[in-house]
């Protein structure tokens, strides 16, 4: 039984695998995570390994306390991958996007597959049917968007996300909207265009906080999954189990 976490800037989210089989997933705020680590071994007794994947610094007291009850693997750029990184700069590859690829792999194996993560950035990943990691795109999330408008002019209000009524903004505020929701999904549909024209029979994954929000304005041929890249660091646990 696993035990993957995968810690942000402000949450951090655990979940638990069977087998391959997802059995439960949790979010909370990071001053949580010791109590929360008690709290998860007591339900699932029988976690024996874990997973870790961090966009910054791994508390060493953290580590520690999780070291007391499962074997942790703390995923890096020197972890071994299941597929061929031709990345430029593969020590600059963020490790979420190591995890969503290696999704790709397994999910969808020797196939074009392209991974769209909507976050707090956009991070847009292909992987070939030769089972090689090209590369991809960073873009601003929808909520970055929000806050870039309202922290770089004078006079524009900080809005939250909104379905729009139409592309034609007749307010301020629906005019926001419609440059921040429509621009993004313009924007990932012409993308997902471009990989199509390169890419024979291409698979689109869509995944991230804001998947679920965006997957209803986009073609229904792109796949939504929330919990990809759980799933990525679960095979990834495994693949590094020995």
């Known amino acids: 039984m696993n035990l993957i976490i995968d810690q942000g800037n402000t949450f951090v ?3 638990v695998f069977n087998k391959g089989k997802l059995l439960f997933d949790e979010s909370f705020t990071y001053d949580r995570f010791v109590d929360k680590v008690k709290e998860i071994f ?3 007794p029988k976690i024996n390994r874990a997973i870790i994947s ?6 060493k007291k ?10 942790v693997h703390v995923l890096s750029h020197k972890s071994k991958v299941p597929f061929k990184n031709s990345y430029a700069a593969p020590h600059t590859l963020g490790i ?14 020797h196939r074009n597959t392209l991974v769209i993560d909507a976050g707090t950035c956009v991070t847009y990943d292909i992987i070939n049917d030769f089972d090689e990691y090209l590369g991809g795109a960073i873009s601003p999330g929808l909520q970055m968007r929000y806050k870039a408008m309202h922290e770089q002019t004078a006079n524009l209000p900080l809005l939250e996300k909104e379905e729009i009524i139409d592309f034609i903004g ?10 921040v929701v429509n621009g993004l999904t313009q924007e990932i549909s012409g993308v997902v265009h471009q990989y199509g024209s390169r890419f024979k029979d291409l698979t689109v994954i869509l995944t991230g906080g ?17 919990k990809f890249l759980l799933k990525g660091l679960n ?6 189990k020995h």
């Open 13 to 15: 989210k655990f979940a």
């Open 42 to 44: 007591k339900s699932y």
């Open 54 to 59: 961090t966009v910054g610094e791994l508390d």
């Open 62 to 71: 953290d580590l520690a306390v999780l070291s007391l009850f499962a074997k």
């Open 96 to 109: 979420d996007r190591i995890a969503l690829i290696t999704a790709a792999y397994y999910h969808n194996p």
């Open 170 to 179: 007749n307010a301020t505020n629906s005019s926001m909207h419609s440059g």
């Open 210 to 226: 804001d998947a679920q929000f965006l997957s209803k304005r986009l073609k229904n041929t792109i796949f939504a999954d929330s």
């Open 235 to 240: 095979y990834l646990l495994e693949y590094n």
